[in-house]
């Protein structure tokens, strides 16, 4: 071989290989983990680019509560955000998200496995599809039972209020020397089934949120009580300052003996609990109205100023795939918010009993789901009436207002976003 | 000996020359440039024209913002775009002033701008005057012959050097329920306190925590005013029989007042921009007890899913209004007091 043709063979398969990386279309998917997900989805991303070389797709994990909360908002706003991304505020910022319909194959497909699911994800009256849901959630309570059983105390079963479970819980926790009986994640959502199951109906008569109600009262009331007497753990929401925080890393080092929060969490505490103890999901408590959670989820959306919207719909279509879908869901121990795989069951991959009988008790909460809730789920500016809850109620446990004073502020917060968004 | 020293003598003067030709090089050559352009523009433009530079930097990062930023302050809605922001006029001003009793931040309309407003006053008032009181102690010891003067001035420097959040995380770990400070007082038999649960408690220790971390920079510069105080009026003072007491009344005090004036200015200023360590450490917390100005425009105008951009930065204005005053009012004291000592 002569060295001139050495010379521009080498040179061809240069300019083959910057061709060929030139063309590559490269997405950006801004993930969040609330357990290995993240790593579950990687796999499945290098499999859709091993059969799709044109498109490359790179994930931004960030935190939640600062990433997703927080930047990912302004980012949208901006027209800085990335290509697709993993939210939970489904449709309140609908109006960012990209329809994907004209770039799908068998739209049809996405109406019957996703359609309750994508009325939360489109702005009103609108039929887009944006994109699809990686986890339908449902909030609930988990316990540490062997604290119940050390104590020597019976779980309570069948129909069961949340003032049983603050006594018995405050109970094993004498008995073990527990911390503190219970904890909820800091956010208005976790508080708003238990709310609901007291008789708070969130909504007035003109479609508006309202939240001063008996009900509402008497919930507020109760958490007020609980971290008055130490039954709750401060450090969650006193401790926590202004924000979002999870008491998940408590649960799991035995530190509290009820923790309030829900069904995403099955994956994290199969992986990090292990056998260290027996924990397991319980239904929710009842109130006189329910005995309701909330529901809720996670989806992967298309954002509306990528500059590939094609390319973003090959890879949500390969995704959304019955089989692909089934694989995640089956992986991270995620309740599938795919109506097909929800009929058909997922053979979930854990050889730990707890995680299959939590997620069996999440899924049979389904049904108890009370209408309020889906209502709140579904309403746009949810997260408005969730994040004022939390600061105001918060406000409340340190003495800064009054529980009449917050309910009045709860309101005026709300009415003033309202106001300031048009709504109102 | 002497042939190697001549050797190295040439090769100096050698490298000498070669900087020499180099340095007439360059300035030929700007003079080739500047030559031309100052007759074209004229010898008084000239110093415009160097200033120009940093002039447009300074428009495009802080003045602009400056504006744009009052521009916000009299829009309101969700949008983020200027032109998308319908005008309000003072409407975000006249929200965050509405108050019947402004005493009582439960009477404002936007309540929690007040609390922020009281935290920031009592953090400033207790920081700042701790923050000079601290380092004008540290730095007359560091100023005297003590043992090891090097290593302590190196120590209290030290945390200077540490990004806020690191030293915010360090001292979450100290105080947290299950922190480093409580397992010591349980060992000593004492009972745990929840330090960042007591609003009290927790602005006692942000503002703690913010003096040992900043204190070693105004230490530094304290230092080397006091360093500037020519001895030989202290040697004065002493044959004149003043008591030590005396002497840093009438001697030290006097002197360092200008130094004073530039430590108590940035001090002022920083304490009233303080964010991160606070941020990290408590989050405003609990309740609000420590929620400052600057976390309060953060969390109305990014720190939620529903952000206030208007009321945050009509916030902003305020602080800057309130911050502008303060630093001419510690100006022109500084002057007076100035003129006073000559």
Redesign the interface.
Known sequence: MSRRFRFIALLAAALLLYASAAAQVELRLTWYDDGPEGQVMRELLDRFEAENPDIRVVMDTVPYATGI??SL??QL??GEAADMARVT?LG??SQYWLDMRPYLSDPDVWEANFGPFLDWMRPEGSDAIPGFMTQLTVTGPFINRTLFDQAGIEVPTGETTWEEWAEVTRQVADATGT?YAMAMDRTGHRLAGPAISQGARFFGDDGHATIDDEGMREMMQLMVDWHADGTMD??VW??????YAAANEPFINAQIVLYMSGSWQVGQFAELIGDAFDWEAVPNPCGPAACTGMPGGAGVVGIADTDHPEAVARVMEYLAQEEVLAEFYGRTLFIPGHLGLAESGIDFVTDIESARDALNVFASEVPNLHPTAYALQAYP?N??VF?TMRDRL??V?????TLD?ALE?IQADID??LR???ER | MAARATVVQRAAALVGRGVEGVYVLLMNAVGLLMEPLQRLVGMRRMAWLFLLPNLLVFTIFILFPMVLNVYYATTSGPRLYPQDRPFVGTANFERLFTCTDYTNPNTCLEDRFWRAARNTGVFVLFQVGGMVAISLLTALVLNRKVVARGFFRSVFFYPVLLSPVVVALIWKWILQRDGVLNAMLVSLGGEPINFLLSGSWAMAWVIMVSIWANMGFYTLILLAGLQSIPVELYDAGAIDGTSTLQSFRHITLPLLMPTMMVVLVLALIRAVQMFDEVFVLTGGGPGSATLLLVQYIYQTGFGTQNPRFGLAAATSVTLGAVLLVATLLQLRIGRGSERHLA
């Open positions: 909360l927080q908002p302004l706003a901006s505020n309140g910022l911390p401060p450090e006193i401790a926590a300052g202004g924000g500016f997260f408005v994040d918060t406000q446990y340190v003495g800064e207002l004073e502020r003033e976003v300031e968004e048009g």
